[in-house]
């Protein structure tokens, strides 16, 4: 049994030396045992196991639960975010990190600053940001600091970051107040980490988490130690583990969305580089729609809200309403 978020299959086997087999095909039961001379006549007889549970018998037993039907909403609406405030969404090194005070990165974070500001006044509850990494999480904080972009926050939502220095107990006392603030009308945002404590070792559910956002492709650090290490040993499959390991995190950050069968929730993929790919999951990627800038990802995130809400609210005649 293999967890979505750890696509390509193939790869993962190929890393194990292992052999999946026909894992996306349904295969047939194996013959019945022969009758059993010393059971009772009556006696019912034993069901057959499958030699395997096909994926794409699990996708059409539960992913459509995700889209509209007949006087139910939809509950999940996938929006990509390239763009904001006419500045594109790159979450690179050479863009975002390696000079924060250059005129390019102050611009990436006010125009991230706006985006987020626009999720979070479309979005009731509580909103979960993963950053690729602590680093982009401090620079962003630090320059919000500066710019007014944390107050721009702050004015639709009370925000909470993930702070890598916390102690456990510390980090177990923030998310409780996140989770308490994310229950008010006013709601939440908690700003964490992908690979962090918040993306992996937390569960949120209903209006704790009622849109996630994932800003920038988490690749692994490509100079660390590790890494080369790991890419030295898989030789020809290097640069596809390289590449399967971002959007692992991705998936596994996205995965915090749809917590049980009743939930419902945005997800908002903000990086120009975070379209739709092989190696994303499914149950969101083949549902991600690509908003031409914050103000579209607001008005749709809004119709999504407000067909929750009433479903003869959330569109009209195809276009987004946008509820205030």
Not at 65 to 84: E, F, I, Q, T, Y
Not at 121 to 149: H, I, M, N, Q
Not at 156 to 162: S, Y
Not at 194 to 213: I, P, Q, S, T, Y
């Amino acid at each position: 049994l293999l967890s979505g978020t750890l696509r390509p299959f193939d790869l993962l086997a190929r890393e194990l030396g292992l052999e999946l087999g026909a894992h996306d095909q349904v295969v047939a039961p194996p013959k019945p045992p022969p009758a059993d001379e010393n059971a009772a006549p009556d006696a019912p007889t034993p069901a057959p196991f499958s030699e395997c549970y096909a994926a794409h018998a699990v996708a059409a037993c539960h992913l459509p639960a995700l889209d509209p039907r007949p006087g139910k909403p939809a509950a999940l609406v996938a929006v990509h975010l390239a763009v904001s405030a006419g500045t594109a969404l790159d979450a690179s090194y050479k863009n975002a990190t390696k000079d924060p005070e250059s005129a390019d990165s102050k611009r990436y974070y006010r125009a991230l600053a706006k985006g987020l500001e626009g999720v979070a006044r479309a979005t009731p509850g509580g909103v979960l940001v993963f950053f690729k990494s602590y680093r982009l999480l401090e620079l962003a904080t630090a320059a919000w600091e500066a710019d007014g972009g944390r107050a721009l926050l702050e004015a639709r939502k009370d925000v909470f970051v993930e702070d890598r220095r916390l102690t456990g107990d510390e980090f177990d006392a923030r998310v409780r107040a996140y989770r308490e603030k994310a229950a008010t009308p006013r709601g939440a945002l908690l700003l964490a980490v992908m690979r962090g404590r918040a993306a992996e070792g937390a569960d949120f559910k209903d209006d704790a988490a009622r849109c996630v956002v994932v800003v920038g492709v988490p690749y692994p650090p490509r100079f660390d130690a590790s890494t080369r290490l790991k890419m030295a040993h898989l030789g020809r499959d290097s640069e596809a583990w390289y590449k399967a390991e971002a959007f692992r995190n991705v998936n596994q950050a996205a995965g915090r969305l749809i917590r049980h069968s009743g939930d419902f929730g945005a997800l908002v993929l903000m990086d120009r580089n975070l379209h739709r790919h092989s190696m994303m999951s499914e149950w969101f990627a083949n549902r991600l729609v690509a908003a031409s800038g914050s103000g579209e990802c607001h008005d749709r995130l809004c119709a999504f809200f407000a067909a929750r809400r009433d479903p003869g609210l959330g569109t009209k005649r195809g276009v987004p309403v946008v509820v205030e």
